[in-house]
């Protein structure tokens, strides 16, 4: 008997542990904009902060965070992710604002951009074996090429008002729709990987890739799927990237693949720690976005938005490790 | 006598003490004694085999003169004359002339001879320039003095098999040669079953190369199961059995039959092929002409509700038949027959064998069986998955209903099924798989190793639990190197050696002692077989 309410006792107590480790992330986001409103009260601890900046402007960062850890969940990189979202931007601003090609229409080519290029990804990862990383890396540099040359490395502009209208101009509770849709794709994937078994699968493959093999899963569908779904998502980020700036560059698509990197892993330490999850990674943008907002009133330099997402990013994955030292992560 | 290191420095060998000679070596495991009171000798320009079965305490014994282990106080080891103080420090051995080949040989592949033959000195070597024209050069000296063949510039991952064991001993030997010359003594190197693997010719050329090596004035222990090869090889052989030395005997004066009573513990009647009887029963699942990996047209049939035991020694092959039938490695070629529909083995895949209705449940209970950091239910549910999916979503209540009721009736403890599979014993993780594969009602269950590394409380339930598919109407097949197990589950059990079987026990043949004597003579039973001629030749003498 004794034994028993021990066990019980000690259960208890890891268990407010577990508690604690899953809602660190938002404590820490929660004292983060304690700290900022302390030190900047009059022009950070506003409403317009929250809704346009932290909420509003990052959409972009938030759904092509949360098509990265598709395949992160399965176990494969994709660092084109960023490449694919200044395409599609740019394949955009090119056939709509240059050319004068409908808006569904140049959305469709972006859409078709994005399964391609999952189609490539997957087809050299699986049947070539070569590591996601070093595909993925090679496919983004392909498509930096492949922007430059369609926008004769030009920034362009005037796209169809209508779309501005529907990403960032159009609010409700004074907070732009395209926070709306990212939050919409927020709870689609929570719910795919909660609660169909395709969720589960992705688990399994990015968790033990024999163990599904043998457990019947379509390893080559569920990794193909899964880098195609990421590409796929990635375009949307680069549609509701040209709704939000009214235009394309670039290059500037291209500084979100650090941030999102960082959110992922950082997103992992939280909510469902140790696995990639949706509400994390949401949460963990608002973190990053609000430390760099509040630096940003502080009058600290820009520079300093890359020190802190890489800060961010190796911290978060050093986190999760001394947290849970006691096992391996599966993050990689 | 106090420390080994002041007394290797000085003076000269003595020629006339042994290589090794060690005493009142023993072992205990939590408990358990692994080794009691076992001396071992061996004479400098010998051969020496060490025999046993599994769990004869063959690898404890390498393992304390490696240095992975201590043994129990009181034992003591010397090594050509001198004394060496125990438990060795890991990795002392080599300061100590002794060197050790085991069955993974320790090579890197995409690496070439030469590099691998050099990695030991690489890897502690200081110094900033290496004489690649001049190591080049001493790597073939020394391969010609053993009068091999191996070009230095060669990659490991393109030789054959041999070569590569032939490398590995090579090298052992040679990383040696510094404290050889400084302690001016020959040195003493450990084979720890480099044959299983190999193809007949390729043990003949290793032979080769342990003759030169005994030549140059060492001694070479020899591990293996196999008592052809020992018989052949060797000058001494000590057996070892439940720990303690059964027995030493000088090979040119044993008989084969002598070898095998003292691995076994009674000499054995002579063989006797089994009549066996399965007319009456309904066959319900056939492979024929199974061949891929070792396994060479293997065909078999099992009724329902029968258990078959595959077993052999290590390289036999045995093992590879479920993955084989279950589609998760390759055939060559060959079907397999689940009631009137056949599926062709080189193209099934593990996806089409659980829809005809066979489940495997591999060894590597975390590695390849289960995932340890995700938690029952998914663990449990992983095959059945698309039975929970409704419109609105998998239904996660049902869910952990299913691994509830599965962990009460496979006695899984705890039965808390949002614990994370790796939280609970090895016995308990094996139930937990067990239910993952039963509750799809298989008309072949394949198992490899069920109860590798399961306490003996769980191993009994994991017994009850095999049985009770087979009573619900299975088929079983598992693979095991655990006598006892196949004696206690199967009805029937097939003995591999080189891909084949050679020997099939049935009704009271199945027992643990039974299995035990047919698995030492395996390799005489395929030699048998290959030659085509009746009863193995006892008069074998070794000259």
């Known amino acids: ?332 | 006598m106090s420390s080994s290191h002041s007394e290797l420095g000085t003076g000269a060998p003595d020629t006339s003490a042994p290589a090794l000679f060690a005493e009142h070596v023993s072992k205990t495991f939590g408990g358990e004694r692994a080794l009691s009171d076992v001396a071992f000798s061996v004479v400098p320009r010998e051969v020496h085999g060490l025999l046993g079965q599994n769990g004869s305490g063959k690898s404890t014994l390498i393992k304390i003169l490696a240095g992975f282990h201590a043994p129990d106080p009181g034992a003591s080891l010397q090594i050509f004359g001198r004394t060496v103080q125990l438990p060795l420090a890991p990795g002392q051995f080599r300061g100590l002339g002794l060197a050790f080949v085991h069955q993974h040989l320790g090579l890197m592949p995409s690496l070439t001879v030469l590099e691998n033959l050099m990695l030991s000195e690489l890897a502690t070597r200081a110094g900033t320039y290496i004489n690649w024209a001049r190591e080049r050069q001493r790597a073939r000296e020394v391969f010609a003095r053993f009068d091999l063949d191996l070009d230095p510039s060669a990659k490991v991952e393109d030789l054959p098999q041999v070569e590569r064991a032939l490398l590995a001993i090579v090298r052992a030997f040679d990383d040696i040669r510094g404290e050889r010359a400084v302690h001016d003594t020959p040195g003493i190197l450990f084979l720890d079953e480099p044959t299983p693997f190999l193809p007949k010719e390729g043990v003949s050329q290793l032979f080769g190369l342990v003759r030169g090596i005994v030549d140059e004035g060492a001694s070479v222990i020899f591990v293996s199961h196999d008592v052809d090869e020992v018989l052949e090889i060797t000058d001494r052989a000590t057996i070892l059995r439940d720990g303690r030395v059964a027995g030493t005997l000088e090979t040119a004066n044993a008989l084969y039959a002598d070898f095998v009573e003292l691995i076994i513990g009674r000499r054995i009647e002579a063989f006797q092929a089994e009549a066996h009887d399965l007319r009456g029963a309904e066959v319900d699942v056939a492979a024929s002409g199974v061949t891929g990996g070792t396994i060479v047209d293997l065909s078999v049939n099992l009724h329902r509700g029968e258990v078959l035991g595959l077993t052999g020694l290590i390289g036999s092959g045995f093992d590879e038949v479920p993955y084989l039938l279950f589609g998760a490695s390759r055939a060559d070629s060959g079907t397999l027959q689940l009631h009137d529909k056949t599926y062709d083995l080189h193209e099934i895949s593990p996806q089409r064998a659980m829809e005809a209705g066979v489940a495997l449940l591999p060894g590597d209970r975390l590695g390849t069986a289960g995932v340890g950091d995700l938690t029952l239910i998914d663990n449990i549910t992983l095959p059945v998955l698309s039975s929970f999916h409704a419109l609105t979503g998998l239904k996660r209540r049902a869910m952990r209903r299913r691994t509830s009721e599965l962990g009460r009736e496979f006695d899984v403890r705890p039965n808390v099924p949002e614990k994370e599979l790796e939280s609970l014993s090895g016995g308990n993780q094996q139930k937990v798989l067990l239910a993952k594969w039963m509750q799809t009602s298989p008309s072949l269950m394949l198992l490899d190793e069920p109860t590798q590394g399961v306490d003996v409380g769980a191993r009994q339930q994991v017994f009850g639990a095999i049985r009770d598919v087979a009573e619900q109407g299975a088929a079983v097949i598992c693979a095991s190197t655990d006598y006892g197990q196949l004696a206690a589950i199967c009805d029937r059990v097939l003995i591999f050696a080189r891909g084949r079987v050679v020997q099939e026990l049935v009704g009271s043949d199945v027992t643990k002692d039974r299995i035990a004597e047919q698995t030492v003579l395996s390799l005489a039973l395929g030699n048998q077989g290959e030659a085509g001629t009746a009863g193995h030749s006892t008069e074998q003498v070794h000259g």
């Not at chain 1, 259960?11 to 992330?25: M, N, S, T």
């Not at chain 1, 919409?184 to 033990?208: D, K, M, N, S």
């Not at chain 1, 939280?270 to 009133?297: D, E, H, K, Q, Y």
Request: glycine fraction near 10%; aromatic fraction near 12%.
């Open chain 1, 1 to 332: 008997m004794a034994e028993g309410t021990e066990v019980s006792a000690k259960e208890k107590r890891i268990d407010w542990l577990v508690e604690l480790e899953k809602y660190a992330l938002i404590l820490a986001w929660i004292a983060l904009i304690l700290v900022f409103a302390f030190v900047a009260p009059s022009s950070f601890l506003q409403w317009p902060t929250f809704s346009s900046i932290i909420f509003g402007s990052q959409a972009v960062l938030v759904v092509l965070t949360l098509g990265l850890i598709i395949p992160l969940t399965a176990g494969d990189f994709d660092v084109s992710v960023a490449a694919v979202l200044t395409f599609s931007a740019m394949i955009l601003a090119v056939l709509n604002a240059k050319m004068g090609l409908p808006l569904w229409q140049a959305v469709l080519a972006c859409l078709a951009m994005g399964l391609i290029v999952g189609f490539l990804n997957a087809f050299f990862i699986i049947f070539f074996r070569i590591h996601s990383l070093i595909v993925t890396l090679g496919t983004a540099s392909v498509i930096q090429g492949l922007i430059l040359w369609i926008s004769s490395s030009q920034t362009l502009s005037g796209v169809s008002p209508g779309l501005i209208d529907w990403v960032i101009v159009n609010r409700l509770f004074d907070i732009p729709l395209a926070f709306y849709y990212a939050m919409a794709l927020g709870v689609i994937i929570w719910y795919v990987f909660e609660y169909t078994p395709i969720g589960r699968r992705l688990l399994f493959v990015g968790r033990g890739r024999e163990v599904a093999r043998l457990s019947g899963i379509s390893v080559v569908r569920v990794r193909g799927v899964a880098l195609v779904a990421s590409s796929v998502i990635a375009t949307l980020a680069g549609i509701i990237n040209v709704g939000t700036t009214g235009g394309a560059d670039p290059l500037s698509g291209l500084t979100f693949l650090l941030p999102a990197f960082a959110a992922a892993f950082l997103g992992a330490t939280s909510i469902v720690p140790g696995r990639f999850n949706p509400l994390g990674s949401i949460i963990a943008v608002f973190f990053l976005v609000t430390g760099i907002t509040g630096l940003n009133f502080l009058g600290v330099d820009t520079f300093v938005q890359n020190m802190f997402n890489g800060a961010a990013l190796i911290l978060a994955v050093s986190l999760s490790q001394l947290v849970r030292g006691r096992k391996e992560q599966g993050l990689t």
